[in-house]
């Protein structure tokens, strides 16, 4: 469920309709009400001496059964109004419900049904001026709310919805991927471009392009995620080959950091849990140990309906190159017009990157060397 839904919340049930803020205060007096009676057909029942104390014990019980289911239909009106999963209209029934309840303790009790009054309050039609300033109220609140969201999180709505969902995918996909927090240092690694293979080790170079020396990396690792094709494989004039996220790799990277939980503790638990998941494909045990030394690919599902959310500040340097582009594309600078000119200075040339070709899976795996 989308983070912002909730204010939605804030909106009336209908046009003209009682606000979720009107129902909350009606359901609570009506459960007051209720609450009351019931107290008074108690001590009715307390204080008689006559031959009327069963009479007056039964009214007291029905009084206390309304008060209960009253204070019950308060109680969800104020967690309805709250549920961005209710309809608008939930708290409004949960409000008549109180009433109706308040008004048979009431009853039971022998008391004036005052409670009945209730019912104008939600039933009176708001005129057209209380609607409109309600309703710029709710456009005010909306705004100031989604101010807030933005500056939390620096993205707008739909973005902070993306972000929700992949939250949700995440936590159905990553521990499938039986990884554990190492698996995500190489790619990590890989990510920043400085991962490299060279004579058999991998390695984290101290600056890209400098590829000698630098930090260690898991061999098994690299190698287990170049396997799986979760990394890709660049070919250097020295020999040295740069190792880079595949798609599918970056998705499942962004979806363990979403779900760090998901990581498994060790090596050991990571294998095991693969091992479970490919137990029913194999009858014999060495091809189920073989299987499980394999990492799974990334869910085709989840790869499909991974999103990056974009930030704001990612959107604002978007629609400037946008729109720097568009100045080169219609002619730069025309007479009569006053159009900024881009920064001028000379463009960096991208690297050439030679991309290995990769395999089709079979029973022998690609390998780095």
């Not at 009400?33 to 009479?55: H, K």
């Not at 008004?103 to 708001?126: C, F, I, M």
């Not at 095991?272 to 140990?289: G, L, N």
Request: hydrophobic fraction near 35%; include cysteine.
């Amino acid at each position: 469920m989308p983070e912002n839904a909730s204010a939605v919340r804030h909106q009336v049930a209908h046009a003209g309709g009682p606000s979720p803020q009107t129902c909350i205060q009606v359901a609570r007096q009506a459960a007051i009400l209720a609450v009351t009676a019931a107290d008074e057909a108690m001590t009715a029942m307390c204080r008689s001496r006559s031959g009327a104390v069963s009479r007056l014990e039964a009214a007291m019980h029905a009084a206390h059964k309304e008060a209960v289911e009253a204070e019950k239909w308060a109680d969800r009106a104020e967690q309805y109004a709250d549920d961005p999963t209710m309809p608008s209209s939930a708290p409004s029934y949960c409000a008549r419900e109180a009433v109706d309840h308040a008004v048979r303790a009431q009853s039971a009790a022998g008391a004036e049904t005052t409670a009945e009054d209730l019912r104008a309050e939600l039933e009176r039609k708001l005129t057209a001026a209380e609607y409109a300033e309600r309703e710029t109220e709710r456009r005010q609140e909306e705004a100031e709310r989604e101010a807030e969201e933005r500056a939390a999180t620096g993205m707008d709505a739909d973005n902070r919805d993306r972000a929700a969902r992949n939250r949700y995918l995440a936590e159905g996909h990553v521990a499938e991927l039986g990884w554990t927090a190492g698996h995500v240092r190489v790619l990590e690694a890989a990510e920043s471009g400085r991962l490299y293979w060279r004579d058999g080790k991998a390695r984290r170079a101290a600056r890209r392009g400098e590829w000698t020396g630098g930090r260690r990396i898991s061999r098994d690792r690299t190698e287990a995620l170049f396997a799986a094709r979760f990394l890709f494989a660049v070919r250097q004039d020295d020999g040295t080959r740069v190792l880079t996220p595949s798609p599918m790799g970056q998705v499942a990277l962004e979806l363990a950091r979403l779900h760090p939980a998901g990581l498994h503790d060790g090596d050991q638990a990571a294998y095991e849990a693969r091992f479970a998941r490919v137990r029913r494909r194999h009858k014999r045990r060495d091809d189920q140990k073989a299987a499980a030394r394999v990492l799974p690919p990334l869910d085709s599902s989840a790869r499909k309906l991974y999103r990056k959310p974009v930030t704001i500040t990612e959107q604002r340097a978007r629609a400037e190159r946008d729109a720097v582009d568009r100045w080169e594309d219609e002619g730069g600078y025309c007479s009569g017009t006053d159009t900024p000119r881009p920064a001028s200075g000379p463009a960096a040339s991208p690297p050439v990157r030679i991309i290995l070709p990769l395999h089709r899976h079979t029973a022998v795996q690609p390998a780095l060397w």
